[in-house]
């Protein structure tokens, strides 16, 4: 079985949150991932690009911590928060709940928190609606706040965007960036839009049938024979999405003025 240890975090704070190893994960006898290692980094933007059935949704799930590989190492840092927005989320139609009462129920204790997150993430509006009638870029918004009320210092996101046009996909990614700046935290995100990956990411982590095809800070990803194999080497037009100048952010300032299913 694999090794789940304490990750030491460095005075620094740029060690890991979390740190995977040659992990594998095998689901009913069938190879899933296999030999993939990522480090999860204070103030990094990760994202995960492949074809569906690639295991982006499974490593993601090894990275919060739902999923255990069969082989592997995953390491973790002492009092590691994480917040986990899913690209599904079931609502019980028999449960009536607003969208301020499942927010409550995070256990929030800060009532100056609870404000920041709800302006940060715009959902204000949504707050007094029932959880049954939001949209489905509605519903993912409050998963995000609800997962910030949490303090995380990693952001787990699985196709944060999808079935929102290209405008509010662009604002979205604009709020993440908004986010890791603001808080420092971590982010690991699905995306299939890969100009918005493109001008959105610090790194990409190209799969390919379970295994990292390539990886790397988009300009170098782009060019990797193996990602141009996949996707060819057009993207079309850009897609501006937010200022994007990879320096650290591990340091980032709390109160940062803002910019702007399957195993798949």
């Not at 100056?112 to 918004?141: F, I, K, N, Y």
């Not at 196709?159 to 604002?171: F, I, K, N, T, Y």
């Amino acid at each position: 079985m694999p090794a789940v240890q304490q990750l030491a975090m460095q005075a620094s704070g740029e060690a890991p949150r979390i740190r995977l190893q040659d992990v594998a994960v095998t689901l009913g006898g069938r190879s899933i991932l296999e030999d993939v290692s990522l480090d999860v980094v204070p103030g990094r933007i990760t994202t995960l690009v492949g074809n569906n059935g690639a295991g982006k949704t499974t490593l993601l799930r090894v990275v919060v911590g739902l999923t255990r590989p069969a082989a592997g190492r995953v390491w973790r840092a002492s009092r590691v928060r994480i917040g986990y927005v899913p690209q599904h989320f079931a609502v019980d139609v028999n449960l009536p709940i607003t969208a301020r009462r499942f927010m409550a129920l995070s256990g929030y204790a800060d009532a100056a928190r609870w404000q920041e997150v709800v302006d940060d993430t715009g959902v204000a509006a949504l707050l007094d609606q029932p959880l049954q009638g939001l949209s489905g870029g509605e519903m993912r918004r409050i998963l995000l706040a609800r997962a910030l009320l949490q303090h995380p210092s990693v952001l787990a996101l699985d196709e944060p965007a999808a079935g929102l046009d290209g405008r509010s996909q662009g604002a979205l990614y604009r709020l993440i960036g908004t986010l890791r700046d603001r808080y420092g935290c971590a982010v690991v995100v699905i995306s299939h839009d890969l100009n918005l990956v493109m001008a959105a990411s610090d790194e990409v982590l190209c799969l390919e049938h379970g295994r990292i095809a390539c990886r790397g800070a988009p300009a170098s990803v782009i060019e990797h024979p193996e990602y141009q194999k996949l996707f060819g080497s057009h993207l079309g037009p850009d897609t501006g999405v937010f200022p994007h100048d990879h320096h650290d952010h591990s340091h980032a300032h709390p109160r940062r003025s803002a910019a702007g299913g399957g195993h798949g």
